[in-house]
C-alpha cells in the first residue's frame, strides 16, 4: 500500500473521475513496459555471460522456433488491443461528450490571459470558478486576430487548443474542493510562462454564496504549480453586485439578450435574404440546424455544431450542403467580432 501511494504521489493528483480512469491506465502501461523490459533484459544478460566465447566450444546454430514466434507475435498484439479499448473507452464515457445538463462556460484565450464567460453573462479573468460534482462544458476560443494557446488543467487531465477562429469543447466534473492550476500549453510568446491561471472548485455553500455576489474564503490550493500564483492573489473572491436575482434568473436573461443580439446581426448582414427558419428559403434553413447531422454535396455527414456554423459563416463553399450546390453564399471572413459570431451562433442554436 506504501509503494502505491508513492507512485500515486509521482502524478498530479486526479481531481476528476476522468483523471483518476487515466491515471489507471497511465500505470498499468507503466507495469506492462517493466515486465517486457524484464524479460528481456534479464534473459539478455544471463545468455552473455553463459553463452560466452570459450575455448573448445562451438555453439549450435538454431534457425527459427514456431511455438516461441506465435509467443511473442500473439502476446503483445492481445495487449496492445486490450489497452486500445481500455483507451476508447475512457475517452468515450469521460471526454468525449459533455452531459445534457452541464454549465456551459466559454474559454477565451487571448496574449497572455484567460478570460471566463458565465451562463448570467458575468466575466472572470484568469479565475474560473465552478460548483463541486458539476458537469461543466468548456467552449475554447482564441480572440481572431490572436494566436494558438492551449488550456491545460493537470489535476484534471484535460487539455484543449485554443484556436482563433475556431471552437473546442472540453467538460469535466470534479469533486474535490480547491484551486487548481491551469497552463498555457502551446508556446504563445514573450509572456507564454505567466499565462496561468486557477480553476476554483467551490462547494455547494460558497457557490451560491458567490453567485450572489458576496465575499467568499478561497479554499486551499490542490496538487502542485500554484504557489506563485497564491503568493500574488488574494485569498477571497466576489463576482461582483447582483442586481438581478439567482443565478437561474440572470442566466435566462444573458441568454436572451444573446438571441436578440444574434437575430439583430442576422437581420444587419443580410443572411435573412437567403436564409429563414420556416424552410422556404434560397439558402439552407436554420430550423432545428444545431446538433443535426447535414449531408454534404460530397456524400460526407456532418454534425451542425458551434465550428460547422462559424465555418459556413466565414467560408460557405468549404462543406456544401446536398441540394444546394448551384447556390453561391459570399464568404464573411474578418466581416463580424468575435462578439457577433458568438451572439449569431447562439441565436441559431436558439432555433431547434
Known amino acids: 500500500m506504501k509503494m502505491l501511494e508513492m507512485l500515486k504521489d509521482l502524478l498530479p493528483t486526479a481531481a476528476t473521475e476522468a483523471a483518476r480512469q487515466w491515471d489507471h491506465l497511465f500505470w498499468f502501461l507503466i507495469a506492462v513496459s517493466v515486465v517486457f523490459f524484464l524479460i528481456v533484459m534479464v534473459p539478455l544478460v544471463v545468455f552473455v555471460f553463459k553463452y560466452r566465447s570459450r575455448a573448445g566450444r562451438r555453439p549450435t546454430p538454431i534457425a ?124 504563445c510568446g514573450a509572456g507564454h510562462s505567466q499565462m496561468k491561471a486557477k480553476v476554483v472548485v467551490l462547494d455547494p455553500e460558497r457557490w451560491e454564496l458567490w453567485q450572489w455576489g458576496k465575499e467568499i474564503k478561497l479554499p486551499e490550493w490542490v496538487g502542485f504549480g500554484g504557489m506563485e500564483l497564491a503568493a500574488s492573489s488574494s485569498t477571497t473572491a466576489s463576482a461582483g453586485t447582483e442586481t438581478t436575482g439567482i443565478m437561474a434568473q440572470n442566466s435566462q436573461i444573458h441568454a436572451d439578450l444573446m438571441i436578440k443580439q444574434g437575430e439583430k446581426v442576422f437581420r444587419s448582414k443580410g443572411c435573412i435574404a437567403c436564409h429563414s427558419a420556416a424552410g422556404d428559403s434560397v439558402g439552407p434553413s436554420h430550423q432545428g440546424l444545431f446538433e443535426s447531422k447535414v449531408l454534404l454535396a460530397d456524400g460526407r455527414q456532418v454534425v451542425a455544431d458551434e465550428n460547422y456554423i462559424r465555418e459556413s459563416i466565414e467560408n460557405p463553399m468549404a462543406k456544401i450542403r446536398k441540394g444546394f450546390e448551384n447556390r453561391v453564399m459570399p464568404p464573411y471572413p474578418g466581416q463580424l467580432s468575435d462578439e457577433e459570431f458568438d451572439a449569431l451562433v447562439a441565436y441559431i442554436k436558439s432555433n431547434r
Not at 486490450?82 to 452531459?99: C, E, H, N, Q, T
Not at 458537469?135 to 488550456?151: C, E
Open 64 to 187: 527459427h522456433n514456431d511455438t516461441l514466434e506465435i509467443l511473442w507475435t500473439a502476446i503483445p498484439t492481445v495487449i496492445l488491443m486490450g489497452i486500445f479499448a481500455w483507451g476508447w473507452i475512457v475517452y468515450k464515457d469521460l471526454m468525449m461528450s459533455a452531459p445534457s445538463n452541464s454549465m456551459e462556460i466559454k474559454v477565451m484565450a487571448q496574449k497572455w490571459n484567460w478570460t471566463f464567460q458565465y451562463p448570467d453573462g458575468r466575466t472572470t479573468s484568469n479565475e474560473l470558478f465552478v460548483p463541486a460534482n458539476t458537469p461543466v462544458k468548456l467552449l475554447i476560443t482564441s480572440k481572431s486576430s490572436d494566436v494558438l494557446h492551449s488550456f491545460f488543467v493537470p489535476n484534471f487531465r484535460i487539455k484543449k487548443d485554443a484556436v482563433p477562429g475556431m471552437y473546442n469543447v472540453a467538460w469535466f466534473n470534479s469533486n474535490i474542493v480547491g484551486q487548481h492550476i491551469v497552463f498555457c500549453a502551446e508556446y
